[in-house]
Structures are given as C-alpha cells and as structure tokens.
C-alpha cells in the first residue's frame, strides 16, 4: 500500500490554461519528486524539492513549477498548458535527505488531458 | 551523464517459464540502480535496489538482479513467470552527481501467456 497520496487522479484542461496538481507524502518524508509520464515512455524527472526548497531540476520550461510544505505535501503547477502536456504525472517521495538509497515511494499518478 | 537502456521493448512468455528482461546504464559516478514494475492504471512500485552492496540483489515477488559493473549490466529475472507479472518494468539508474535525480529506462512490456 502506497505512503503517497496524489489528487486528482484524472483531469481535463484546455490548452492555455494552468493546472495544479497535489501529493501528500509520508510523515517524515522530507525529499519530494515530479516525473511527468508520457503515454508508452518512461517518466521524466521534472524537479525535486528538499526541505521546501528546489534543489534539482530537468530539461522542463518554467511554466513547470512547484511548492514543498512543513507538512510533507507538494504541489506541481503548469502555465499555459500545452497538448504536449498531456501525461501521467507522477510523485515520489523519499525519508532521506540527499541520498535516496532506499528508493522512492510513488504515488498512483494524476492522469492530465489537454485539449 | 546518466542513462539507461532497456534492450527489449516487449517480452513475451509462458507462465511457468523464466523471465529475463535486460538493463544497461551509463554512469559517470557510483549508481543506484532500481527495477520497479508498474501495472496498468497504477503507480510505480519497487521491486528491488542495488546500492553498492551485494551485486546479486533479491527483491519481492520472487525477483533478481545482478549487478555487472564491468557489462554495465543490471538484468532482471524471475526463474517461473506467474500471470500476475504482466505489467511494465522500468530500469532506473540515480547517482549522487546528479543530484539523485532518477533516470528511467524506456520500460519492457511484460505478457504472459497461460
């Protein structure tokens, strides 16, 4: 049973519009990941957030952006939304600081259509 | 830079038989190497980790893999594939220069046949 909770699991934006996408993490959990999913591809690392602070980011444009709070949850917003966003997005979270040597936990995703 | 190839888009096979799906990965540093498994309409579950201890790691589900740093290889294997295998497996490689960051491989469709 999965620790990290993601909201909503499905949606549908028109092009243009801006979205934003919430995971709720384990207690304790203080190191928080974005991967977006393309339909038949592996996920793309999209930013990462420790301690509430971005330490870590993929070849994404900055209408891609994101907040960490105190209390383990996270948000990932996008501007302008694009077809090409269309996608299963995903969050990973992890009990260590820098070294995920335990691997990530990761939520059930958030299904995002744009049209 | 880190990367990761799996070798095989889809493998198909009969329930009872072995499963091997292949890894490679390119890494500058020491990685982190995962499997994890993803059935339809789920997220991503970890079916085992290497992290430079034991280079034949055992993981859930009866699964293995081994770690061949001079093949930059990390197979993964199952001696008798059950229905409930059927799913996608991602190949994932992290390094500590890379700020921990995962990089997937572009995953291997798994069908079992009965």
């Known amino acids: 049973e999965t620790g990290v909770t993601q909201s909503p699991t499905h949606l549908i934006k028109t092009r243009g519009q801006q979205v934003t996408l919430r995971c709720s993490s384990q207690?304790?959990?203080?190191?928080v990941s974005w991967y977006q999913q393309a339909l038949g591809q592996g996920p793309q690392f999209i930013f990462q957030y420790y301690r509430e602070e971005e330490n870590g980011r993929g070849n994404f444009p900055p209408r891609f952006s994101g907040l960490q709070f105190p209390n383990y949850s996270s948000e990932l917003n996008v501007n302008a939304l694009e077809l090409d966003d269309s996608a299963l997005y995903l969050c990973?979270?992890?009990?260590?600081?820098?070294?995920?040597?335990?691997?990530?936990?990761f939520g059930s995703g958030t299904r995002l259509t744009v049209v | 830079a880190q990367s990761v190839t799996q070798l095989d888009s889809h493998v198909s096979v009969s329930e009872g038989t072995p499963v091997l799906l292949r890894c490679n990965y390119s890494s500058s540093y020491s990685p982190s190497l995962f499997w994890y498994v993803q059935h339809p309409n789920k997220g991503l579950q970890l079916l085992l980790k290497y992290t430079s201890a034991a280079t034949l790691v055992k993981g859930i589900n009866g699964f293995e893999a081994e770690f061949k740093k001079s093949e930059t290889s990390f197979h993964l294997t199952k001696p008798s594939a059950h229905m409930s295998d059927a799913a996608e497996y991602f190949c994932v490689v992290s390094e500590v220069a890379a700020g921990n960051k995962l990089t997937f491989g572009g995953g291997t469709r798994v069908l079992v046949k009965p």
């Open positions: 207690s304790g959990h203080n190191t």
């Open positions: 990973a979270s992890s009990l260590e600081g820098q070294r995920p040597i335990y691997g990530y936990t």
